[in-house]
């Protein structure tokens, strides 16, 4: 897996809009955001409302997103083209949970929704509306996914990638600055973890760093082990999924997982390890 | 590329709220626009010492942009279509909101 397979560019998308066989789809924090104008021919999924269980904390299970999919057009053997705001945040999410269920056919609009909308590229407000398609899903992937217990045994074993910002991970602030400051119950990070802001993996216009410049933020700057298995986490898994995309699919690392749980989970558990403080 | 290095027209001092509205939040809120005109369509990023960045949020409709921030100061940049790129500082405290005008 390199760059290129796993990246486009916005002439590459502009150059494929309504192609038969390429499925463009915008996943959003802000899920009103396609609403207001997207890429011609994208259709939109609700990361919260469509990708979650809307009862137990969970993703939808397997004949869910089957029928999601199947609901929105998107065949199997369809490129699926993710982009986003929040610099690819939830594309990134949606990325990670296509794989997770086995599309592999699977690419990120690099920059997503921000440098389309920075370099004034085409937006409207028609919703496609595709047939339905029969589609199939795989089980999950246990290779891509961290759970709890399994992060609790990597605790100074393999790396842990703590991707939220430097006061998120001292303990100063639960969530990003702009969210309210709720959810866990403390604040702080898990022991052993590296701290490495997604946003030091992505350029001022949301497209990623170089190959050599990420090479060198995690491995030289911040310590990372590639010899070693890594698990990716932030409060919710999103901003993790973004780094899990960095260090798996360009850097082509083997063995990284990540932790949707993530701190709203970690920093709610009773009983376990928490450092406070900055980064060594 | 246009670039405005003094386009942040922050009212000294902010509103202080009461704990119904910000409580424990530092919040750090405005508007950008353009000869007074919403700029409806970029982005507004809060970044730290050394322009470390803390968070971004699109502009709405109107403009407006808001950060729940730690106390202290912060640069505030502003992004939109065009090459638009405006900054400015920022200081945000606990049970304070403050309101931030930026011309781009």
Redesign the interface.
């Known amino acids: 897996m390199s760059r290129s397979d796993v990246l486009v560019d916005a002439d590459w998308v502009e150059a494929h809009i309504g192609e038969p066989g390429v499925a463009l789809v915008e996943v959003d924090e802000d899920t009103s955001a396609y609403d207001g104008g997207h890429i011609p021919s994208a259709i939109k999924i609700d990361w919260k409302k469509d990708l979650q269980d809307p009862v137990r904390r969970d993703f939808v299970d397997k004949a869910g997103f089957e029928a999601l999919l199947s609901e929105r057009g998107i065949s199997n053997d369809d490129t699926v083209v993710l982009y986003g705001g929040n610099n690819n945040w939830f594309a990134a999410y949606a990325y990670w949970y296509f794989k997770l269920y086995g599309h592999n056919n699977v690419l990120l609009l690099d920059g997503g929704r921000k440098k389309w909308e920075l370099d004034s590229r085409e937006l409207t407000t028609d919703v496609p509306s595709p047939d339905k398609t029969s589609y199939t899903a795989s089980e999950q992937d246990p290779a891509l996914r961290a759970l709890r217990d399994e992060v609790i045994a990597a605790i100074g074993k393999r790396n842990l990638v703590d991707v939220r910002s430097p006061d998120e991970f001292a303990g100063r602030l639960l969530a990003p600055a702009h969210l309210p400051q709720e959810q866990a119950q403390r604040g702080g990070h898990i022991p052993t973890a590296r701290n490495v802001p997604w946003s030091k993996a992505a350029n001022e216009d949301g497209t990623f760093k170089s190959d050599a410049e990420l090479e060198t933020l995690y491995k030289d700057d911040a310590g990372v082990d590639f010899s070693k298995d890594t698990i990716a986490y932030c409060r919710i898994g999103e901003r993790s999924a973004h780094t899990w995309f960095v260090l798996h699919e360009i850097l082509g690392l083997p063995n990284v997982k990540n932790y949707d749980g993530s701190w709203t989970e970690y920093g709610s558990l009773v009983g376990v390890p928490i450092e406070l403080g900055d980064a060594r | 590329m246009s670039t405005d290095q003094s386009g942040c027209g922050a009212p000294a001092g902010g509103v202080t709220i009461t704990k119904d509205a910000a409580g424990?939040?530092a919040i750090v809120e405005g508007h950008v626009l353009r000869d007074g005109v919403p700029v409806g369509?970029?982005?507004a990023?809060?970044l730290?010492t050394g322009d470390?960045?803390?968070?971004?949020?699109?502009l709405g409709?109107d403009g407006g942009f808001?950060?729940?921030?730690?106390p202290g100061e912060w640069t505030l940049r502003v992004?939109?279509?065009?090459g638009v790129r405006s900054e400015c500082t920022v200081s945000a405290d606990i049970g304070h909101i403050t309101t931030v005008e930026v011309a781009v």
């Open positions: 424990k939040e369509s970029g982005y990023r809060l730290g470390e960045f803390v968070a971004e949020v699109p409709a808001r950060f729940f921030a730690a992004l939109a279509p065009g």
